[in-house]
């Protein structure tokens, strides 16, 4: 049996409640580093362009007071992933800011999260003055229209919190849904002036009335909450994420391109189900990503009859022949981990090369779900390097050639082995799992993890650049607590995403389901207008 992904929230749901040359691979330093080059704030951290991205520079600033300031750096390193899309960015606390630093910046984006941050006035008047765009998230706007003469000049004043189940947003005709377990409220603005204010997205009540969720005026856009919680493949995340566009890259080019990676792929994968998806994905013209680990183990025999297995791809040369097969027909392998499990422990399913978490620890609870515990037993760079570079080697020996990307198994690993990752490789293709602590360079706290999906390639906090993986995968069957997700489910997806301008509808696929779901899946993606393209065009520049 295999197991998929565990699909964690992309914001912080959980957190909120709970041979083979090193230098072939691309190695490039982590983008985390004191910011003094361009700004004076303190506490700064700063981040590089993803490649192909724009000049923009992006100062993000966050909340860090109250018992919840923590999520002030989750906000922040969200929306730091997501502007390396557009250019390079610096983040640091507001209540760093002093007068004038905004000027170094092509765009500021403050995430308000702490109700009544204390917000220095030089950022407020500084605000208030400025041309450059500015995008605020939530809080605080209250200290912001207390100034007359940006109420008056903008149109609108603080409302009040609408605590309704909102269930959907709207965004460019198309619906996206908000978990209703989100009961934060929604900033209902006062509208004094609609004709300097235009609605650029509406939350949608149950009884079927709106108001504005996103709203701009002149050069200033606000959204009226934070996007990151609770997120889904459809979510009204990926209006904000558009939204970044008016911002930070107005000149984007529309496009919308598909990607299709091949997942779970070891030396215990059937030959034959691999040249069926080689062949069908060859005569549509869709080049892919074929994701693959070197080495099967099944420690406890759990699919031996009680006797332990292990071994690589040397000893398959049927699979290794028709690894070479895929790559002919269009396909780019990837390093997916080296044996996708850890040791000899269920982690959390059974011992079993591709069922089971390789990097980081995870049980499943009483009531069904996969609960994420922290980093494995002997967790290191050395000790994450070391897997790699086994991987690689037998890669090599294979006559694979050297992999350039990796993808993290159940895209879980510590801030250690991402670190390890980019210095090994620099480029990944998955969805990262991120720590407070990872932004402001202190101890990474992995009792609140949280995930984040791109809609679009980006260079993350670790450095690395990111392909993205942003609507899911098939599951005919539901599991731990997730349901089924069929082809019609990863269309709407498709279609959902098409709000972000340079968006993409990239999915995984396990060819032990054979090709008619796959095929369901790319005929309906590319219906939707979506081009598939190689991951690596994903992130060598636009």
Known sequence: MRFSKPLFSAGIAAVAVGAFALSSMGAEAATIKPAAVVTALPAAKSGKAAPGGGTAKTLVLYDTTGDYGWMGEVHATQTANLSSHFGSWTAAPVGSYKTGDLNAYTAVVYVGSTYDEPIPAAFLTDVAATTKPVTWLYDNIWQLTADPAFAAGHGFTSGGFDYADVAEVTYKSQKLTRDTRNKSGIMNLSITDATKVKTLASAV???????????????????????????THDDRYLAFADLLFDSLGADTKEQHRGLVRIEDVGPDSDPDELRAVADYLSAEKVPFTVAV??????????????????????????????????????????????????????????????????????????????????????????????????????????????????????????AVDYQAVNSLF??????????????????????????????????????????????????????????????????????????????????????????????????????QGYTFVTANSMIAGK
């Open 293 to 414: 680990y070197t080495r099967y183990r099944d420690p406890k025999g759990v699919n031996n009859g009680g006797k332990a297995q292990d071994y690589t791809l040397l000893s398959k040369p049927k699979v290794v022949s028709a690894l070479k097969y895929m790559q002919s027909k269009g396909g780019t392998l990837l390093m997916h981990g080296y044996t996708h499990q850890y040791g000899n422990l269920a982690n959390p399913y059974d011992g079993v090369s591709a069922n089971d978490f390789e990097f980081y620890a995870a049980h499943v609870d009483e009531n069904d779900s996969v609960i994420y515990d922290g980093p494995v037993p002997g967790d290191s760079a050395a000790w994450a390097t070391g897997r790699m570079v086994a991987a690689g080697l037998i890669f090599t020996a294979a006559g694979l050639g050297t992999p350039s990307i990796f993808e993290f198994p159940h895209y879980a690993g510590s």
């Open 205 to 231: 009540r149950p009884d079927g009335s709106t108001f504005p969720w996103a709203i701009t005026s002149g050069n200033f856009t606000y959204v009226s909450e934070i996007p990151f919680a609770y997120v």
């Open 426 to 527: 620099g480029k990944r293709y998955d969805r990262g799992l991120y720590f407070p602590g990872v932004l402001t360079g202190a101890k990474p706290d992995y009792k609140r993890q949280f995930g984040q999906f791109f809609p679009y390639a980006v260079r993350d906090v670790y450095g690395s650049v990111v392909v993205p993986e942003n609507i899911g995968n098939i599951e005919p069957d539901s599991f731990n607590n997730h349901p089924a997700r069929l082809p019609s489910d990863l269309i709407a997806s498709a279609q959902r995403n098409l709000v972000v301008r340079d968006g993409v509808a990239s999915f995984f696929y396990h060819p032990y389901l054979g090709t008619d779901y796959l095929k369901q899946v790319v005929t309906g993606v590319k219906a």
